[in-house]
């Protein structure tokens, strides 16, 4: 089964699980966008649009997933913003290079096959000044033990359960880290913040 087969089945149900054990993070890692003027904002893997609600109203958006279900269940969500959905591969961006503001990353980089071309797709497509969000589950440089055992299972069904964000950096160009703090599960799920420098 492919990952775009699974999230057409999980689609109906995603929220009845994610939703309510999810919602204080994704507004806390939301509450740094910033709420001036009009900025262009990417949400890669917009899923479901559990994020849309936490958005602040002024910014022009645009959500991308690889999975029609998914997207489907954004769009009344989308509604309320000026937030067109697309469908796409978060590894290879249909963007011009500096187009977006900010990019937000909310339990996708574990989930598409190979993180380092989607950051550096994100180093890419961010303007510089830029921020990116992020909210995942990492593993520590050099952790082993169950999650490396049942990648192998997870990885085609859901996500991927091995990623180790220190060498997914490997691959952030210019990217910075201004924070990265432990949240959930010993630390197993962080908030993250990057930036790109202006020059
Ligand atoms: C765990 S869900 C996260 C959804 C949403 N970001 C959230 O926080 O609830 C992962 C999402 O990534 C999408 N996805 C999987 N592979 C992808 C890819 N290569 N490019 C874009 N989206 C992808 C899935 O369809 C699914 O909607």
């Not at 999230?7 to 054990?21: E, H, K, Q, S």
């Amino acid at each position: 089964m492919s990952l775009k087969q699974s999230y057409t089945l999980i689609a109906p149900l995603y929220d009845i699980f994610v939703a309510a054990a999810t919602r204080g993070l994704r507004k806390r890692s939301l509450a740094v966008l910033p709420a001036d003027a009009p900025r262009d904002v990417l949400l890669l893997g917009v899923g479901t649009g559990l994020d849309l609600p936490h958005l602040p109203p002024q910014h022009r958006y645009v959500g991308l997933d690889l999975t029609a279900a998914m997207l489907k269940q954004a769009r009344p969500r989308a509604a309320a913003l000026d937030c067109a959905l697309l469908r796409g591969d978060a590894q290879h961006l249909p963007f011009r290079a500096a187009s977006f503001d900010s990019v937000i990353l909310h339990l996708i980089l574990t989930v598409v096959p190979e993180p380092t071309f989607c950051i550096a797709e994100v180093a890419r497509v961010l303007r510089p000044g830029g921020q990116v969000l992020i909210l995942d589950k990492f593993l520590r440089p050099g952790e082993g033990g169950w999650k490396r055992w049942l990648n192998p299972v997870t990885r085609r069904t859901a996500t991927r359960l091995d990623v180790v964000f220190e060498e997914v950096m490997e691959s952030a160009g210019d990217l910075q880290v201004t924070s990265n703090e432990p949240l959930l599960a010993g630390g197993w799920f962080r908030q993250i913040q990057l930036e790109k420098p202006t020059s």
